[in-house]
């Protein structure tokens, strides 16, 4: 639980002058000890495997500071501050101190909330959530959304805009917000995840309204102080004695890292306007791995943990979806589900291991190039903890025609119009190989099963090793990936024949 500080500043100071088909968790008692039997390796050398990781995110991947937590066993393995919270102060990352915006790793605690009051008996899951709001949601083709619905992001919403403002005068109450912003729908609610800020803000104030509490302070009394997540909020602007503890957003101007305003989400505040420490993460982590309590204090019944680590629905068969608030990471080798996060400044990820009594928190701020590096850092921490082998490639049967084309995410705000910029290409790469470029990054994939192709990662040993499937008619091909469970992607445009 050391802070290292020394050869991470000088690294971020030269860069700144040089610049599955789904399996239900088991709900006996007996059987869940049993399957806590999944081992995590290189425990004894994590520590120094993620110093090397973070030496090169900081060298290349235009990071300014990181924080990291790792839980093992219901005791924190791993607890770290990388780069500097304050450049131009020279204040380093104290992971017990420095506070970092989680984005949409926040959502879990909405949820813990919403499972809290559905154990006193005033949510009912499968209740249409007009039941429990003074304004109204249209339903789709008569059927409503329910509030079960919110938890898998599949109430059939477009996706909205304006989240977030640049001023504390611009902030409009969250429960106005969402009154005045209802979105389109767009197909039958319980039939496709499409991720949904709009929905999990909904369910923050459906909590707000049968606990007769804010928001704000709801989690504050009944998650935040019984958990000791005292350095916790979801309050914009921060309140005065953490204010100073917060780490600086960065963006790359000029070739150097320059300190970005505090940005504001409370618009739509139960869905990402969060602030924690890795500590504070650390004893929210260890609370959801030993069933919703944290030494004699308890914020969830055991049953609530397990239906928010459980499968709710998927995309399509044999891929990850949703979990009950979590998405779904691994279904096996062992169980994982998670949440990432992203603001503009800062790009998070916490992942739960159940039966391997294991999890971790990362954030990290820094240029655009820090987002994907989050994401690095957390498949290099999978990869050293819970390795993979690549799957067997299959060659394609003949006549079994390749999915290419251009794809778009069902996630985006149907009352505008597309951005093409934003779609996705596939191109077939011989009989057996598929190209997909995205944001003008090309990575290379190859057949593993039917419509199902597999990552090449190159020389990464212990994966993780991400897949996508495709799927449906051919005239209606939809397209998953596994590292996005929150998601799927519609055909709009076959490849014009050779």
Known sequence: MNVKYNWRSAAAALVIISLS???????????????RSAKPQGLKSLEDFVDGVMAQQIASREVAGATIAVVHKGKVLLSQGYGFADIDAGATVDPNETLFRPGSVSKLFTWTALMQQVELGRIDLDADVNSYIDFSIPPFEGQP????????????????????????EELTPY????????????????????????????????????????????????VFKPLGMNATTFREPLPAD?????????????????SQSFELFS???????????????????????NDGRLGRTRILDPESVRLLMTDSITNAPDTLGMAHGFYVVRQAGPRMVGHGGNTGDFHSNLILAPEADFGFFVSVTGGDQSSPGRTELTNAILGRVFPQSPTARVSAPVGETAPVGSFRANRRNYAREPNTDYD???????????????????????????MTYEKV??????????RVLFYGEEAALMMSFASQP?????????AEPQ
Not at 145 to 168: A, C, E, F, K, W
Not at 486 to 494: D, E, G, H, S
Request: cysteine-free.
């Open 486 to 494: 929150y998601m799927a992607y519609r055909r709009i445009a076959p």
């Open 424 to 450: 996705t290409s596939v191109v077939s790469s011989g009989d057996n190989a598929i190209i997909i470029t995205s944001f003008g990054e090309s990575t290379y994939w190859e057949r593993i099963g039917p």
């Open 242 to 258: 953490l204010e100073p503890r917060m780490a600086k957003g960065y963006k790359i101007e000029d070739g150097r890292l320059i």
């Open 175 to 222: 429960g106005d917000w969402i009154k005045s912003h209802i979105p389109l729908r767009v197909w039958a609610p319980g039939t496709e995840i499409s991720y949904s800020n709009y929905g999990v803000a909904l369910a923050g104030y459906i909590v707000e309204r049968v606990s007769d509490e804010p928001f704000a302070d709801y989690v504050e009394n009944h």
């Open 457 to 466: 990662t190159g020389a990464r040993q212990g994966g993780p090793f991400d």
């Open 21 to 35: 088909a789904p399996q239900p968790l088991l709900a006996d008692d007996n059987a869940v000890e049993t399957t």
């Open 267 to 289: 618009s739509i505040m139960p869905a990402g306007s969060g602030t924690s420490s890795a500590a504070d993460m650390s004893r929210f982590i260890v609370a959801m791995l």
């Open 145 to 168: 959304v329910l509030v079960r619905h919110l938890m898998s992001h599949s109430p059939g919403m477009s996706d909205v805009s304006g989240i977030s403002v640049q001023t504390v």
